[in-house]
């Protein structure tokens, strides 16, 4: 069944900014967990499973306050979106333990042109010439980003754009799922699923943590939540073609949380980099608005 909600671009612009600051601030505690800050370095699958637990208590504590009414799952598209996800998340906690959180976020924005191309073998779209011009843009900002000469090129990059190419994927799973079952329903789903795969790959590299990284990991599976329930929430009150691009302050807040708390200046590297990939991002999202709005029926 669908269901109207009142648009409000602002307050879908205000929850997207807020998703962006959470967003952000996973990679910052992930970065923490994975360095020798609050105790032994953390293996990235533990770090995940973090993720994945707390947010799952998350949303089954918010489940059993607002007693949704959650549907069959179509449990293959779960754990084939769970999956791409675990394995995406992981690969982006690993890569800012060694690049600052201003480059690997700016990698991560890659993640819809994936899922643009991944899209035309899974979803049987057709690709037109301007969003094979925006995915190039943002590909040569990628190719600055990983610094490509032997004197700076940074191995760990390759990680956020591995990230960028499974959460792309995932991004083509989830276009499936939205058109089948309800955003809380899906939320509940994947972070079960995620807290069991998660589980069974941490058992191999489990460490036990300190009360402080407890509190970290705790702090990433809440502020994924959140930041997962600002996201849902604002696509439902705008069109997508709005709301992607205040997405890319989650760029902003990341390189803020570097420069406040590793004292990570972004270079002009960086920055050159990250600009051409958001403005990659920014004509893929406005091409893909145009779109849907010559489709939406008069």
Same mark, same amino acid.
């Given at each position: 069944?669908?269901?109207?909600?009142?648009?409000?671009?602002?307050?879908?612009?205000?929850?997207?900014?807020?998703?962006?600051?959470?967003?952000?601030?996973?990679?910052?505690?992930?970065?923490?967990?994975?360095?020798?800050?609050?105790?032994?370095?953390?293996?990235?699958?533990?770090?995940?499973?973090?993720?994945?637990?707390?947010?799952?208590?998350?949303?089954?504590?918010?489940?059993?306050? $607002?007693?949704?009414?959650?549907?069959?799952?179509?449990?293959?598209?779960?754990?084939?979106?769970?999956?791409?996800?675990?394995?995406?998340?992981?690969?982006?906690?690993? +890569?800012?333990?060694?690049?600052? $959180?201003?480059?690997?976020?700016?990698?991560?924005?890659?993640?819809?042109?994936?899922?643009?191309?991944?899209?035309?073998?899974?979803?049987?779209?057709?690709?037109?010439?301007?969003?094979?011009?925006?995915?190039?843009?943002?590909?040569?900002?990628?190719? /600055?980003?990983?610094?490509?000469?032997?004197?700076?090129?940074?191995?760990?990059? $390759?990680?956020?754009?591995?990230?960028?190419?499974?959460?792309?994927?995932?991004? +083509?799973? /989830?276009?499936?799922?939205?058109?089948?079952?309800?955003?809380?329903?899906?939320?509940?789903?994947?972070?079960?699923?995620?807290?069991?795969l998660s589980g069974l790959a941490v058992l191999w590299v489990w460490q036990m943590p300190t009360p402080s990284q407890w509190a970290l990991m705790a702090g990433v599976g809440c502020a994924m939540a959140a930041a997962q329930a600002f996201f849902v929430n604002a696509m439902a009150r705008a069109d997508a073609s709005y709301v992607a691009p205040f997405s890319y302050a989650t760029l902003i807040f990341a390189a803020l949380y570097d420069v406040v708390f590793y004292d990570v200046v972004p270079d002009a590297v960086t920055l050159t980099g990250a600009g051409?990939?958001?403005?990659?991002?920014?004509?893929?999202?406005?091409?893909?608005?145009?779109?849907?709005?010559?489709?939406?029926?008069?």
């Amino acid at each position: 069944m669908h269901i109207d909600r009142p648009q409000d671009p602002r307050l879908a612009a205000t929850l997207i900014l807020a998703a962006s600051a959470f967003i952000a601030a996973t990679t910052l505690m992930a970065k923490a967990l994975g360095t020798d800050g609050p105790g032994a370095p953390l293996h990235p699958f533990q770090i995940t499973f973090g993720r994945f637990l707390f947010a799952f208590l998350t949303f089954a504590l918010a489940a059993m306050v $607002l007693r949704p009414r959650l549907q069959r799952p179509h449990l293959g598209l779960h754990l084939a979106r769970t999956m791409s996800g675990a394995v995406g998340v992981t690969l982006m906690f690993a +890569s800012v333990a060694h690049i600052p $959180l201003a480059d690997a976020t700016a990698i991560s924005f890659l993640n819809p042109v994936f899922g643009m191309i991944l899209a035309i073998p899974l979803l049987g779209e057709r690709v037109g010439k301007w969003r094979w011009l925006a995915a190039a843009i943002a590909f040569s900002g990628a190719m /600055i980003l990983l610094r490509p000469t032997p004197e700076s090129f940074q191995p760990a990059a $390759l990680l956020a754009l591995g990230a960028a190419l499974v959460l792309g994927f995932e991004l +083509s799973i /989830i276009k499936k799922l939205t058109g089948r079952e309800a955003p809380f329903s899906i939320l509940v789903v994947n972070n079960a699923l995620g807290v069991a795969l998660s589980g069974l790959a941490v058992l191999w590299v489990w460490q036990m943590p300190t009360p402080s990284q407890w509190a970290l990991m705790a702090g990433v599976g809440c502020a994924m939540a959140a930041a997962q329930a600002f996201f849902v929430n604002a696509m439902a009150r705008a069109d997508a073609s709005y709301v992607a691009p205040f997405s890319y302050a989650t760029l902003i807040f990341a390189a803020l949380y570097d420069v406040v708390f590793y004292d990570v200046v972004p270079d002009a590297v960086t920055l050159t980099g990250a600009g051409i990939i958001v403005a990659g991002a920014a004509l893929l999202a406005l091409r893909e608005g145009r779109q849907r709005s010559a489709r939406r029926p008069l």
